[in-house]
């Protein structure tokens, strides 16, 4: 599934910012299938990750949820937009997000969900919780466990090469079993996080 022109521009423009400004470093990139619905599942410790990982893959455009209070004006919306960025009420988001990704994964198109599902402020790991491991078997889905490295740190550090700022995409992991009950769903996401926190992933 290529992207669209504007898609590319735009993590092109991304690439170059992380890349070059602030060092970001990236492997197993060749992990990420180039088609078929996937599911990349990253830690998220900052609210630029869903930007930082999506810049990372130029085979394919990514989809990603994001509050709607983001979309502050039109030039904001439109380059959301441009990114594969839909917003989503956070006051009831799980039903309209879970039905927004399964249509998007019967498509064959690769999308990103946060095993934790929120944001870590405290740069740990929060409990797993049931969408990942739902949606991977519900719509038959790959799922690329990946590890975010170095959001939770100040970009500063990572201009002046302080701390490294890395996004590593792990073995592809794929859905065995009919999800039957929340509890198989979580116990699905818990084993990808597991997979993520790791201390050789990816290595």
Known sequence: MKAPFQYKIARALLYLLFRIIFGLEIEGISNVPKEGSVIIAPNHRSNYDPLL????????????????????????????RSLNVIPVDLEKPTVGALRTFVNLLKKGKAIMVFPEGTRSRTNKYL????????????TNSTVIPTLIEGTYESM?????????????FGTPIYPENEVK????????????LEEVKRPDFAK
């Open 181 to 192: 009950s929340v509890k198989e769903a979580e116990a699905l996401s818990i084993k990808i």
């Open 53 to 80: 990982v999506g810049c990372c893959v130029d085979s394919r455009g990514i989809y990603y949820l994001a509050k709607s209070g983001l979309f502050t004006s039109k030039a904001v919306a439109c380059f959301l």
């Open 156 to 168: 500063t550090r990572h201009f002046l090469r302080r701390s490294p700022l890395r996004v590593r």
């Open 127 to 138: 409990k797993a919780l049931p969408g990942v491991g739902y949606l991977a078997v519900r």
